[in-house]
Every structure is written in C-alpha cells, then in structure tokens.
C-alpha cells in the first residue's frame, strides 16, 4: 500500500467518523474532473450526512465539487484540485407531489427523467427538457440553470423552481421559498442558487410548479435552402400568435422543428399553420407525429450534444439570428473548423459544436466574443479539452455585475470551499 493510498483512507474514515458509515472512498480515473482525480468521494444518504460532509470539508480546509449525474461536470475552468467529490445521487426521491397545486418537492439526486416518470401518474411534468434526461439530476440541473427546447414556451428552472433547501458550506441547512405557486417568503435565494453553478451551496431540495402533460403534439419539420431564411419564419410565427412549445433550428444542413401541444384540434390546426408559413419562406415541411416525431427531436438533440468536441453556448438578440449565422459559417469555414449549430430559434440562445485545431478553435471562440459585447450577447464554453480551457477563458467577459457576484460568493462561501475558480469570473 503506498503512503497516498494510506493517506486517503484516512481521510475516508476521518470522514465517515463524523458523518456515516459506507459513505466515502478514495477517487478513482473514472471520477476525474479534466483530468484531475480527487482526493475522495463520498455519497451521503441523507441531506444531513451531506451537510455534515461538507462542514467537515470546509473546517478543514478541503475544497469540494458536487456532482450528481455527470452531464455537467466539465462546465467551468479545470480545476486546480479537487479534494473531495461530494455526490448527491443517493438522495433521489420525489419527497411530494402537490398534484392538486401542480407542485412538487424533489431530492437533488433525482434525474429527470425518474422525476417525471413518478409525475406522470398524475398527468402532470416538470417542463424541462435538456440533454440526457435519463442522467441529468434535479440538482445539478437547477445548479446550471438548464433547459432544452421548450424552453420557448415553460421557461428554465429559474422560472418554475418556487422553494429549495440547501446546505451552506459551513454545514448549516437552510430552506427558503415555500411549496404553493403564490408565496411570500422574503428574499429569493432558490432563484439566487438556481445558476449559481455549486459556487454558493449545495442544492439538497428543490420545489417547482409544474405542467399538465398536453393530450397532443404534432412537429412541423422544416427543410430550407439557407440558413438565413430561419430568421423570418421565426419572426412571422411569433407575429401570427403561434404557441409553439419549441422552435428550434439547426445548420448545417438548414432545419427547423417547430412543435406545438395541446388538445388534438388546436396542435393540428397550428401545424398546419406553421406549415404554410413554412412553405410561404421558402420552406419544405413536413408534420410529424407519433414515432416520427420522437426520432426527430432525438436526432436533434444528438447533433450537438452526443458527438465529440468542443460546445459553445451562445446567446444573442433574436433580431440578430440571421447574420449571426452568418457570421458563423463564414468564420468556421475560414479557419477550416468543422462545425454544426442548434438551439432555441425564438429566444437568441443557440449551442455551436466545433471540431479543429485547437489554437483555431480558440481564434474563433476571441473573434466571436469580440462580436458581441457584454448586454448584447455572450459566448462560453460549455464544454472543452482541457488544452482549450487554457488558451480562453470559459465564461468570457462577466461586465459589471462581477463585483456584486465575487461579494455574493464571499458572504456564501468565505472560505472558497465550494467549486473554488470554476464559477463565472473565476469565483
């Protein structure tokens, strides 16, 4: 046995001494965050062994990542060093479910996927749709502040979340918000932790108002010559008083996926509708339903998400969609980067996979920034090569706010336990 193995099972048990049993083991490769292993991981089965975990942590000086599915956890810079591993996946149960109210109250450790399915038997969803559903925890989802394609119609998890229970990084537990949609319960912290990226506490609970699961849906998919005929169909839609759930497009080849759900008559009729303003903007569609439609939205999804490489998310004014795009295949193509684009249509947020040369990539990623100054738009890396991580910074410019953040961080967490330099701005 070598002295760091020697060393780590001292830590393990110092650890399970103060909080339990069974809980903590030394790290692994398959743990490592870009390449960094941690010190130990440990699995509290309860949000009061966590919290003990952590109060354990910051008393003596560890720093901690939280980690609950994986999908996210090469956000941010790499880390420096990751003493402990602190994952919420044993905590995964629906604690209630409100159906009268259409609330309900969830474990961290929860996906979504598992969430919703316990949801379902009352016909009702929380109305989130990001990647790896099946993977994704309530926790780090709500962390992220993360969604998918319907974001254009139910929001993100900072629109739905109305309660949380978290653990400080000194160990104490706190609940904030309340478990009804209409609630007065002081300053918002659920909204504040909700994208706060595990830089303020750990998230242990989380209660959302949900969604009646529709009777219908139908997809209009859209084949267009050029990605510039995207933008005015979009603009037309929203003019028309469309409903639409999601409106996504992808390039290249130049698509779009415009679905709407509701009772069967009124998905169809705005089908329809879509359809032929679809055609009216030069257009191909078709309407998708049932099997169809669910290889579609899978296929969609997978173009950035499951392939290798570099992802970008960008945000941008809508009215600037068209020459964004623009601006897009014209710069990948000059520095000869393979590259494929998707995102929210309606809403300026859009996902940019990229293959290349490295130092190409990090040309692109300084040149689009440029493009888009703080309050305009922005453009971080979601997810990278640790050698790209090095040559550009994750976040891009913060703007003014990154004072009002740093104090924020300092007043949560002042010994810097809690996801230390990984946070927008560096917190």
Not at 23 to 30: D, K, S
Not at 216 to 226: D, E, L, M, W, Y
Not at 351 to 358: A, E, P, Q, S, T
Request: aromatic letters at 4%; hydrophobic letters at 45%.
């Amino acid at each position: 046995m070598t002295s760091r193995s020697s060393s780590l099972d001292a830590v393990v048990a110092e650890v399970e001494a103060r909080a339990g049993a069974g809980l903590a083991r030394p790290g692994v490769a398959a743990d490592a965050i870009d390449g960094i292993v941690p010190g130990i991981v440990a699995q509290p089965p309860t949000p009061v062994a966590l919290a003990t975990t952590l109060a354990w942590a910051t008393e003596t000086g560890r720093t901690v990542v939280v980690r609950g599915g994986g999908t996210k956890l090469g956000w941010g810079a790499s880390p420096g060093s990751v003493d402990l591993l602190l994952s919420t996946t044993a905590m995964n149960a629906v604690v209630e479910h409100r159906h009268g109210d259409l609330t309900a109250t969830v474990q961290a450790g929860a996906t979504l996927a598992e969430t919703n399915a316990v949801l379902s038997r009352h016909r009702q969803w929380l109305p989130l749709d990001p990647p790896w559903s099946d993977r994704a925890t309530i926790g780090g989802i709500v962390a992220a502040n993360d969604s998918g394609p319907r974001r254009q119609r139910h929001g993100t998890p900072r629109d739905l979340i109305i309660g949380m229970t978290l653990a400080r990084a000194d160990g104490l537990m706190a609940k904030t918000g309340g478990i009804v949609v209409k609630n007065v319960a002081g300053y918002d912290l659920a909204r504040l932790l909700t994208g706060s990226f595990g830089c303020l506490g750990v998230i242990l609970t989380a209660t959302f108002k949900l969604a009646p699961l529709s009777e219908a849906s139908r997809t209009v998919s859209v084949a267009f010559p050029a990605s510039a005929r995207c933008g005015p169909l979009v603009a037309d839609l929203l003019a028309h008083a469309s409903t639409p759930s999601a409106l996504e497009l992808a390039t290249p080849p130049a698509t779009m996926l415009i679905r709407f759900e509701s009772v069967e008559a009124v998905a169809v009729e705005q089908a329809e509708h879509a359809a032929t303003l679809a055609r009216d903007h030069g257009g191909t569609p078709v309407v998708l339903t049932g099997e169809d439609e669910t290889a579609a939205w899978r296929g969609h999804d997978a173009r950035v998400f499951d392939r290798e490489g570099t992802i970008l998310k960008l945000t941008i004014m809508p009215a600037d969609l068209s020459s964004t795009l623009a601006w897009l295949d014209d710069v990948a193509t000059a520095r000869q980067l393979d590259y494929v684009v998707t995102g929210r249509a309606g809403l300026g947020v859009l996902f940019v996979g990229l293959h290349g040369v490295v130092s190409e990539q990090a040309t692109f990623v300084t040149a689009l920034r440029e493009r888009l100054p703080v309050g305009r738009g922005s453009a971080t890396i979601q997810r990278a090569d640790p050698e790209l991580k090095a040559l550009v910074d994750v976040w891009g410019p913060v703007g003014d706010g990154l004072r009002i953040m740093q104090e924020v961080k300092r007043r949560f967490d002042p010994t810097g336990t809690l996801n230390p330099g990984r946070g927008p701005g560096g917190l």
